[in-house]
């Protein structure tokens, strides 16, 4: 059992240890919430809601970098006849970045194409329905890392998600809307 502890306590002293790493990957999770743009959906389900995302980075070439994540948000609201329901939401995009370089600090822009796969159910006695949607879309990502130690980098971002879904032939839905938050990102 001994043995045992002093591995575990040996393998997590060499993750947070400050070695130079060569930091062309950041793997990191971001917390926020998700501010839609549209008043339906502020109306059904507030001014906005808790998301997470996982994102994964690699500088490839200087100051340009590739990303991908993928998001998840949930919020519970209700119909415009007040009954319940609820919106998932699950982006999934990619991109190009151009990181900054400041001394600790690494501004970011970034821009790429996002596939998102929604969720709606509505309960109502009337018109009770689960609509399932896919759609493309895009992302316009902006932030700043802020370096805690070597390996270690915090990061405040604003993103913009742009989805626009087709429910039936007149009705229209803009999912679209501002990501913003804090990520805690590990470089290696």
Not at 26 to 44: C, V, Y
Not at 141 to 151: F, Q, W
Not at 163 to 185: C, E, M, N, P, Y
């Amino acid at each position: 059992m001994k043995k045992i502890a002093l591995f575990g306590i040996l393998a997590c002293s060499a993750l947070f240890a400050d070695s130079e790493p060569t930091r062309d990957w950041i793997a990191e999770l971001r917390a926020g919430a998700f501010l839609p743009n549209s008043h339906t959906i502020k109306k059904m389900f507030g001014r906005g809601w808790i998301e997470g995302e996982a994102e994964f980075t690699y500088r490839f070439a200087g100051h340009f970098a590739v990303w991908g994540n993928a998001g998840y948000s949930y919020k519970n609201g209700h119909s415009n006849f007040h009954h319940n329901a609820h919106i998932w939401i699950i982006p999934v995009s990619a991109g190009l970045k151009y990181l900054f370089r400041l001394d600790r600090m690494r501004p970011y822009l970034g821009f790429g194409p996002s596939y998102t796969f929604l969720h709606l159910k509505n309960y109502s006695p009337l018109t009770s329905q689960r609509v399932y949607k896919n759609r493309f879309g895009y992302v316009a990502k902006s932030g700043i890392y802020i370096d805690l130690s070597r390996r270690w980098a915090l990061d405040l971002f604003l993103d913009y998600y742009s989805l626009k879904v087709h429910f039936q032939k007149a009705k229209k839905a803009d999912i679209s809307g501002i990501r913003t938050g804090i990520g805690l990102g590990y470089k290696f």
